[in-house]
Structures are given as C-alpha cells and as structure tokens.
C-alpha cells in the first residue's frame, strides 16, 4: 500500500491511528489487510517469514532498541504482477552481511525477500529469506529504501510517490557500527498506463503528469 494511502486513512480515523510510533502504523495496517511479524533479533536465530501460504510478501519494516537491535516486519500483499507459488518452496538465504559489506546482498535472480534474520550482538549480521516469484511481464523500477534505524518512524516501501503500484523487497545493506542503519532494494512494476499513476506514464516509470 502507498503511503499516501495511510496518511489519507490516519486523517479520517484519528483515533485508530494513534500516535506515530509503530502501534499506530499497526492499526491502519490490520485495516488494510497487512499484518506486522514478531519482533526479531540474533536471539531468535531462526528469524521471521511472512505467511508462506499467502500471496503476501515484504512491503515495510521498523526498528527498535539500539543500533536496530530489534526488527519487525509488515507483510502485505503483492503488487500487480508479482505472483508468489503457494505453498513455498525452494526457499533461499542471502550471504549474511553487515556495515563491513556495503554492497549489501541480493536475493537471487526471480526471487523476492520473505523474511529476515540476524546474527551477532546488536543483530550485527543480518540476511534475507527469499522465495520464488513470477514478476511483471512489463518488467520492474528498483532502488534503495531511504536508511532507517530506531530514530525513524516504520517505513512502508515505495519506490515512486506518482505510482499507485506498491514495492517488493529484493536486497539489504547496513551502515554504521552493528548494522545500525538499514536499507533495502525495492521494486515496483513498471507502468503501463496513465492508470497506474497518480500523473502519467512515461517510459514505463509515473511522472507528474
């Protein structure tokens, strides 16, 4: 979902948002179908997944404790044209990485982030559950999340505003001592039309229009 969409929702449901700490971000989400994984840490090695016998994947994500010690995860449904086999399978892990990996890591080619997990104090070490996905026949718009740690409110992806179509999560990269700062690769399809944009459709990427 944009995040245009939450703020329109919080301004005519004051009270179900709530403040602008996560708890409110929870309840907008829980209205549009999405839902928060537990918190996760390098205590839980096992780490957290979305619902795998769901069509939902990766769409934001937030941080608590210091250094991003804990992290949680907002499943939601997929954008247009992503299709995720249900049940999974041939689910895949990333190479663990930290701020001494700036490249960060990718999921493998046609594979999308379902889950995370970390290692290390702090969650130092941090690396992504992938799974299998069909993408957009017309082909997909990637960049970088803006980097965030505990200082920063959830973030809910978005690759670009004029675009009605949300992102999927394909990588991750730290910065700062214990991988205090994080951000992911996201993904969006490309536009097709004027349809899909708040503006219009320019060589497959939502212009103001």
């Given at each position: ?10 301004t005519?449901m ?5 403040g ?5 971000l ?17 205590e ?62 990718l ?20 690396s ?24 920063q409110p ?8 004029n675009?009605y ?5 394909t990588g ?10 994080v ?16 503006g ?7 212009v103001?229009?």
């Amino acid at each position: 979902m944009k995040r245009i969409v939450l703020v329109v929702l919080c301004t005519g449901m004051v009270a179900a948002c709530g403040g602008q700490g996560s708890e409110g971000l929870e309840s907008v989400s829980s209205a549009l179908a999405s839902t928060w994984t537990a918190w996760v840490s390098e205590e839980q090695p096992q780490g957290v997944e979305c619902n795998i016998y769901s069509s939902q994947s990766v769409i934001g994500a937030a941080c608590r404790g210091s250094y991003c010690d804990d992290m949680k995860l907002l499943c939601g449904d997929l954008p247009p044209g992503f299709v995720k086999p249900i049940p999974v399978v041939n689910v895949r892990t990333t190479p663990w990485v930290s701020e001494e990996q700036p490249g960060g890591a990718l999921c493998p080619q046609n594979y999308i982030a379902d889950g995370i997990r970390f290692t290390g104090s702090y969650s130092d070490n941090v690396s992504l559950y992938c799974v299998p996905a069909m993408f957009p026949p017309q082909g997909v718009n990637c960049t970088s999340s803006p980097w965030f740690s505990e200082e920063q409110p959830p973030q809910i992806f978005d690759v670009n505003p004029n675009s009605y179509a949300g992102a999927v999560v394909t990588g991750v990269k730290c910065s700062g001592s214990y991988c205090d700062n994080v951000s992911f690769t996201i993904c969006e399809p490309k536009c097709t039309s004027n349809a899909d944009c708040f503006g219009a459709c320019t060589n497959g990427r939502c212009v103001v229009g």
